[in-house]
């Protein structure tokens, strides 16, 4: 397996912009998480999925950012509009179940820059 | 509120020496506590887990341990290596229903040649 595979690597758009971060989890993986870690806060969790359903969202820090996942190999994170403050570097990762016994499998993350 | 609590100083140690990492928790009663490996530029990779009911766990030459009573894991990298430079996160589940883990900020440990 590939790992989790998210694109794009790196992000720079301007205030007001729509963005849309994407992720594929490792394939038998029920469970799909999308961070995002800054300096000041660390990593954070935003969402998280279960065989594709949203189950928590209470980490999503405004309205203007919404999560989608339409089948078990593909997620989205959108924010529109984006602001300078969402600049981050986000993740995505899967696991097999809840509690990620053999550990939780990251992508190698977003780089989003709002100027 | 609930915290967790790593060193936020980068720790220095030289080659061949044993590591020491430390990771308090406050407010959580974790059934399961993992450590993560993060490389610049990388995502967090995972090393290791374990569970409450359980005080030591090895592997290779990492060592684990988890103190329910003092709320602390202790983490270990015996005869450290330059390669062993990156950054170490612990991870907290509270078990019960699914909410995932919770990240601490991690400590900066760089093995000196």
């Known amino acids: 397996d590939a790992g989790v595979i998210q694109s794009p690597r790196h992000e720079v758009t301007e205030m007001g912009q729509e963005v849309t971060l994407r992720c594929k989890p490792i394939?038998?993986?029920?469970?799909l998480f999308w961070y995002r870690q800054t300096m000041m806060r660390g990593l954070e969790l935003l969402i998280y999925?279960?065989?594709?359903?949203?189950?928590?969202d209470s980490g999503m820090p405004e309205d203007r950012f919404s999560a989608k996942m339409p089948n078990a190999s593909f997620s989205t994170l959108k924010i529109q509009p984006s602001e300078p403050r969402d600049s981050a570097v986000y993740f995505c990762a899967s696991s097999l179940g809840p509690l990620g016994v053999a550990g939780y499998t990251f992508g190698s993350g977003t780089r989003l820059t709002v100027v | 509120s609930q915290k967790i609590e790593q060193n936020s100083e980068a720790l220095n140690i030289q080659e061949g020496k044993t590591a020491t990492l430390t990771c308090n928790y406050t407010?959580?009663?974790?059934?399961?506590l993992q450590w993560y490996r993060q490389d610049p530029g990388r995502g967090p990779v995972f090393l290791l887990l374990i569970r409450e009911n359980e005080k030591e766990k090895r592997k290779e030459r990492l060592k684990v341990t988890f103190d329910t009573t003092l709320k602390q894991s202790l983490f270990h990298i015996t005869a450290s290596q330059p390669a062993d430079s990156a950054t170490y996160l612990c991870a907290l589940s509270s078990g019960g229903g699914a909410d995932g883990l919770t990240f601490g900020k991690g400590t900066h440990l760089i093995i000196q040649p």
């Open positions: 407010n959580y009663s974790p059934a399961y």
């Open positions: 999925f279960n065989n594709n359903v949203p189950i928590d």
């Open positions: 394939s038998g993986h029920d469970y």
